[in-house]
Protein backbone atom coordinates (compact mmCIF):
# COMPACT_ATOMS: atom_id res chain seq x y z
CA UNK A 1 0.00 0.00 0.00
CA UNK A 2 1.39 3.67 -1.03
CA UNK A 3 1.33 5.75 1.80
CA UNK A 4 3.03 7.71 4.32
CA UNK A 5 4.42 7.16 7.57
CA UNK A 6 4.77 9.82 10.38
CA UNK A 7 6.05 9.69 13.96
CA UNK A 8 7.24 11.95 16.50
CA UNK A 9 4.13 13.19 17.73
CA UNK A 10 3.55 13.58 21.34
CA UNK A 11 3.04 15.63 24.55
CA UNK A 12 4.85 19.16 25.35
CA UNK A 13 4.56 22.19 27.29
CA UNK A 14 4.30 25.51 26.19
CA UNK A 15 8.19 26.29 24.93
CA UNK A 16 9.27 22.52 24.19
CA UNK A 17 9.95 21.15 20.72
CA UNK A 18 9.27 18.17 18.87
CA UNK A 19 10.12 16.39 15.75
CA UNK A 20 8.23 14.86 13.77
CA UNK A 21 9.14 12.48 10.94
CA UNK A 22 7.26 11.31 7.74
CA UNK A 23 8.73 8.14 5.50
CA UNK A 24 7.35 6.32 2.51
CA UNK A 25 5.57 3.25 3.31
CA UNK A 26 8.07 1.18 0.73
CA UNK A 27 11.85 1.52 0.26
CA UNK A 28 10.97 1.43 -3.55
CA UNK A 29 9.20 4.95 -3.22
CA UNK A 30 10.97 8.31 -3.21
CA UNK A 31 9.51 11.29 -2.14
CA UNK A 32 9.39 14.47 -4.36
CA UNK A 33 7.42 17.58 -3.41
CA UNK A 34 6.58 17.39 0.72
CA UNK A 35 4.92 19.46 3.43
CA UNK A 36 3.37 18.99 6.38
CA UNK A 37 -0.36 20.39 7.05
CA UNK A 38 -2.39 20.47 10.87
CA UNK A 39 -6.11 20.35 11.64
CA UNK A 40 -6.98 21.90 14.88
CA UNK A 41 -10.35 20.37 16.62
CA UNK A 42 -12.97 22.16 14.53
CA UNK A 43 -10.46 23.93 12.28
CA UNK A 44 -9.88 23.61 8.99
CA UNK A 45 -6.95 21.97 8.09
CA UNK A 46 -3.32 24.29 6.97
CA UNK A 47 -0.42 24.59 5.42
CA UNK A 48 2.86 24.20 7.78
CA UNK A 49 5.10 23.78 5.65
CA UNK A 50 6.22 22.48 2.31
CA UNK A 51 9.74 21.29 1.44
CA UNK A 52 10.61 20.58 -2.69
CA UNK A 53 12.88 17.81 -3.65
CA UNK A 54 15.21 20.28 -4.51
CA UNK A 55 15.12 21.64 -1.44
CA UNK A 56 12.98 25.41 -1.66
CA UNK A 57 10.99 26.06 1.27
CA UNK A 58 8.11 27.91 2.56
CA UNK A 59 6.14 28.30 5.87
CA UNK A 60 3.12 29.45 7.43
CA UNK A 61 3.31 32.88 9.14
CA UNK A 62 2.16 31.13 12.29
CA UNK A 63 5.12 29.00 12.15
CA UNK A 64 8.16 30.49 10.85
CA UNK A 65 11.16 31.15 13.43
CA UNK A 66 9.82 28.50 15.39
CA UNK A 67 9.76 25.60 12.68
CA UNK A 68 12.70 24.22 10.45
CA UNK A 69 11.56 21.63 7.57
CA UNK A 70 14.00 19.62 6.15
CA UNK A 71 14.49 16.48 4.21
CA UNK A 72 17.13 13.38 3.62
CA UNK A 73 16.82 12.19 0.51
CA UNK A 74 18.78 9.27 1.14
CA UNK A 75 16.94 8.24 3.83
CA UNK A 76 13.46 9.45 1.52
CA UNK A 77 12.09 11.38 5.04
CA UNK A 78 10.77 14.49 5.19
CA UNK A 79 10.87 16.26 9.08
CA UNK A 80 9.45 18.73 11.07
CA UNK A 81 11.46 20.29 14.30
CA UNK A 82 8.78 22.00 15.91
CA UNK A 83 10.55 24.99 18.57
CA UNK A 84 9.15 26.75 21.06
CA UNK A 85 5.52 25.37 20.37
CA UNK A 86 2.53 27.36 21.99
CA UNK A 87 -1.08 25.28 23.03
CA UNK A 88 -2.10 26.68 19.49
CA UNK A 89 0.19 24.28 17.84
CA UNK A 90 -2.16 21.51 19.00
CA UNK A 91 -3.47 19.50 16.19
CA UNK A 92 -3.09 16.85 14.18
CA UNK A 93 -0.11 17.06 11.99
CA UNK A 94 -0.54 15.25 8.53
CA UNK A 95 2.40 14.91 5.83
CA UNK A 96 1.57 15.21 2.42
CA UNK A 97 3.76 14.31 -0.90
CA UNK A 98 4.08 13.10 -4.15
CA UNK A 99 5.35 9.78 -4.52
CA UNK A 100 7.91 8.20 -7.18
CA UNK A 101 8.56 4.54 -7.65
CA UNK A 102 10.14 4.96 -11.31
CA UNK A 103 6.98 3.69 -12.95
CA UNK A 104 4.08 5.84 -11.31
CA UNK A 105 3.62 8.64 -9.80
CA UNK A 106 1.44 8.56 -6.73
CA UNK A 107 0.75 12.46 -6.28
CA UNK A 108 -0.64 13.81 -3.05
CA UNK A 109 -0.68 10.90 -0.92
CA UNK A 110 -1.01 11.74 2.25
CA UNK A 111 0.04 9.85 6.19
CA UNK A 112 -2.44 9.10 8.63
CA UNK A 113 -1.37 11.86 11.09
CA UNK A 114 0.27 12.32 14.35
CA UNK A 115 -1.18 14.14 17.54
CA UNK A 116 0.65 17.04 18.72
CA UNK A 117 -0.31 18.32 22.22
CA UNK A 118 0.96 21.52 23.69
CA UNK A 119 -0.10 22.51 27.21
CA UNK A 120 -0.34 25.78 28.92
Known amino acids: QVQLVESGGGLVQAGGSLRLSCAASASRLSIYDGGWYRQAPGKQRELVAT???????NYADSVKGRFIVSRDNAKNTVYLQMNSLKPEDTAVYYCNADLWDRRTWYRDTWGQGTQVTVSS
Open 51 to 57: ITRGGSI
